[in-house]
């Protein structure tokens, strides 16, 4: 009852009323813009010191900007699972069984995918009238069943799988990309990506999908949903011709001048239209910045530890940025903790909509943070694989198990904590923490550097992890 | 000839003209607002993720942002007498001859200073009509000779020294308070700083000093100078009751609230006594944050390699703000490499007055950068000690010299590079790399963590280093 309540009330106060209850004025459009790899510190409004998103800063001076949001895994799969679905990856089934803290994704020769049983935000958003399109790369599964189409989604254009390759073989064809049910291409055949120049002209294909399904829709005056779920910064990163080179950072930053470019076109567009009111946007990534592949096909973290595949600050702090002319107020700073998953919660409350009551739903409604600017007391989970490795509660932070990489991998190069060694945290093995969990204070040590030395007597650690696995149980 | 025209040209485009050249119109105001210790992650504005800079981000937003400025030295005192000479602590003298590659401070058992020798920009400013005040840390020497009234201010509120104590003994007396000639008293004696609490309400008595010289200047109708030297983010760092226990940052953060609320109060009254259009502001710090005092009475660097004391571009890379209302544009951000040297030649140009004739001046103007936007070629040198341990051109930075700090001083837990160990980067021993120097792109690599492998031949080495020694001895 306390939810069906909040729901009218936050209807009543945005001047629209969910479906259900009768009423003839349309929920507002979603949008959400998801980006690859892009790290929390690879924009202007987070401290980038080159200061090349001058759209996307402004989106931020004209909405709300989250310094403290995350997503649910630092792998892209599972953390784009967990945002449809509401849900962390444990529960919607996007782990891996054959390894201890291992995140799962989907490539190419996998053949898992989204369950059937999973509600996906864009199958609910249906019964309100929306229309749904995915732009770009989806990652839930490649076989037909697994197809975006079977899960809500009306339209697709874009890929299943990321843009590696070229593969150029028989037995492991070129991605495939699709325009719905269709088959138009494959990646390096169709869709070039010339890797020594860093050219494609994907993101401009990608935002002539976005306009267009605008357009289109405004027409037919019914609500919509745009999941534009685009790649140019997940390694090989790319950038249209006019991009390449323009940037201070390298080709990296063109890509991301690309995107701030095109999210510029798509918000005016939401202006010219007339409907920037009654269309909520909302801006993030889908895990922490690809050090690997840095400086030259990897982004910023900004003062954060490591990055993606980690349950550090840097693998799961997201940049994020709420967008609603008349309803946000201009210039919002929120400090509340948020989660790509309340995206699917914040979703159907927009539409009018309750969540699933069969299930554990881990997203929270975000609009009276974002609307109201309440701070809704909640605690961040850091999950890496199957395995919670920590806890966010308000500023501290809590590691019950650490693990940047493998030994073996490390003795090979590969290093997600390049130029960062934080003795006893950055650890090359698994290890537990959980009789003594290594603490942090986020808000003086964003960079997780000084764990804080306590003398925990064993009823005062109880207070501290019972209320935790309380909320994760309940 | 050229440095003549381009005085008149600026100061035609402002409505002003140079006293000299028979004007009766005044020359701008001018506010430098030092701080101390603060290091370039700190503010909202540069990625701060607990965004509790409100009123230096609304500063921003109102004037010009600079991401690539510089202080001229790591640490305090070379870097005060960098800025207020307008030249390198090598040519001005703050530099120690008892050790290699040692920053020069004064503390209170040196009896060293700035030397008569040098012009300091407030003694220049007096030509042109200025009534000049330092508020707060001086710096430049303690002895009766190096007193701020002796080298050009005509009113001095504060210290010598840093607040460090209590000492209370005779052979070690605490810093001492001046308003101008007169001692008023002493830190933890006559002007409380409880360690404990982390209490003491300096800032307060700053900012009340700042605003009653401002309104008896603009009551008298002269120009003034106002070098706002404060230090509260300086370790111990302190802030008043009121402002205790309000960050999320714990002391350091309730520090920088206290001064980004003082910041908005004075911004305000230049606003109230209508001369905002008539007063040029400048903000930034004087060296990068202190990481040995991290996390609770040090500051952040946001992405930046190290802190305070090191040449990497935590130790010497500053937050920058120019305010100045009708004559920046809102909202700007510039790409223009600066120093504080270059407040100095600034403030001049301000003045109308041209920089000393008889001696190298290392600062630029940077007026053609802040008021038309232009991007002024020029190098950022590195220095530590007597040793230019590092040269930026353009995205590029070559260290010559590399050195964090002894393995003494680290052994003994003092490490300026907490959690961040850059393989053959973040030495322990000073080591050379002339022959070869160790090459960043800053614009793909703003931490320093990945040096870039180049094949250079002798010939292309020369054309890198021959211009930079030329400007260096030029």
Known sequence: MATVALVLGVSLLFGWAPLGAGATSQPPNIVFLLMDDMGWGDLGVFGEPSRETPHLDQMAAEGMLFPNFYTANPLCSPSRAALLTGRLPIRNGFYTTNGHARNAYTPQEIVGGIPDSEFLLPELLKKAGYVNKIVGKWHLGHRPQFHPLKHGFDEW??????????????????????????????????????????????????????????????????PFFLYWAID????????????????????????????????????????????????????????????????????????????????????????????????????????????????????????????????????????????QGKVIDRPIFYYRGN???????????????????????????????????????????QEEHTNLPLLFHLGRDPGERFPIRINMSISSKAEFTVPVQNLLLG
């Open 232 to 371: 140019a910064t997940h390694a090989p990163v790319y950038a249209s011709k006019s991009f390449l080179g323009t940037s201070q950072r390298g080709r990296y930053g063109d890509a991301v001048r690309e995107i701030d470019d095109s999210i510029g076109k798509i918000l005016k567009l939401l202006q010219d239209l007339g409907i920037k009111e009654n269309t909520f946007v909302f801006f993030t990534s889908d895990n922490g910045a690809a050090l690997i592949s840095a400086p030259k096909e990897g982004g910023s973290n900004g003062p954060f530890l490591c990055g993606k595949q980690t349950t550090f600050e840097g693998g799961l702090r997201e940049p994020a940025i709420a967008w609603w002319p008349g309803h946000i107020p201009a210039g919002q700073v929120s400090h509340q903790l948020g989660n790509v998953m309340d995206l699917f919660t914040t979703g159907l409350s927009l539409a009018g909509l309750k969540p699933p009551s069969d299930r554990e739903i881990d997203g929270i409604d975000l609009l009276p943070a974002i609307v």
């Open 157 to 222: 254009f874009g890929s299943p799988n990321c843009h590696f390759g070229p593969y150029d073989n028989k037995a492991m064809p070129n991605i495939p990309v699709y325009r719905n049910w269709e088959m138009v291409g494959r990646f390096y055949e169709d869709f070039p990506i010339n890797h020594k120049t860093g050219e494609a002209n994907l993101t401009q294909i990608y935002l002539k999908e976005a306009v267009d399904f605008i357009k289109k829709q405004q027409a037919h005056q019914q």
């Open 387 to 429: 395995e919670m490795m920590a806890v966010r509660v308000g500023q501290y932070k809590a590691h019950y198990w650490t693990w940047s990489n493998s030994w073996e991998e490390f003795s090979q190069g590969i290093d997600f904590c390049p130029g960062q060694n934080v003795s006893g945290v950055t650890t090359h093995s």
